[in-house]
């Protein structure tokens, strides 16, 4: 895969996907609104506080490598921008309308599960159920010209593994957690207890079981 994205790159392309499908009359984007998009504290993880500067920076950035191009509204002389992200005549990387709003939601609020990726990304198009975001997702996972998602592996007290975007480079994994010292001891403790009152028991038991031979032997 030939596009690496920087975090804010993720960000400001994400938001000119997300507008471009959920409110296509106000697209492309002025700068003011690109800002808004990007610093939205709705479906945006993490949450940001970019400035004006910041985010022509990253347009700048993106319009060298032809990811975003300018464009002037008709009759106005504020300037606009819009991506060139996929699904334009410029180039040949498409995807389609489920791809697209999964991997834009990607984009906006790193890696999610397929349950969550279906309830968000339902607001750009249609999701008729849980295995059909699992199905897109693993698509993404093994195209050839890929892979623009990787499954990760399932974090403790999770049911469902999530989902990373590859577009911003290889996902960085935490360490795995690491128990203090004790804290298996600890763990084990309990274990042993009640195995002494299970022996201690059955021991009782034996003895009990021993006394009634005893007494039906002298009746």
Known sequence: MKIELSALEARV??????????????????LNALVAACNQKSN???????????????????????????????????MKYQHRFCNTEFGTFKLTAHELAIVCELL???????????????????????GQAEGVL??????????FVERLPRESGRRDARYAQLFSGPVALPPPAVEPPGAATAQAAP????????????????????ELKRRVAQS
């Open 13 to 30: 392309i994400g938001c000119l996907i997300e507008k471009q499908i959920t409110t296509p009359d106000q697209y492309p984007l002025s």
């Open 44 to 78: 945006r993880d993490p949450v940001m506080e970019l400035d004006d500067a910041t985010v022509q920076n990253t347009l700048d950035q993106l319009a060298r490598r032809h990811l975003v191009i300018e464009k002037s509204g008709f009759g106005s002389r504020v």
């Open 108 to 130: 906006l609020r790193g890696p999610q599960t397929p349950g969550e990726l279906r309830a968000r990304a339902s607001r750009m198009t249609p999701f008729s159920d849980v």
């Open 138 to 147: 693993e698509g993404l996972r093994t195209r050839e010209d890929g892979p």
């Open 191 to 210: 274990s042993d207890a009640r195995l002494e009152r299970l022996e201690e028991e059955l021991r009782q038991l034996r003895a009990e079981l021993e």
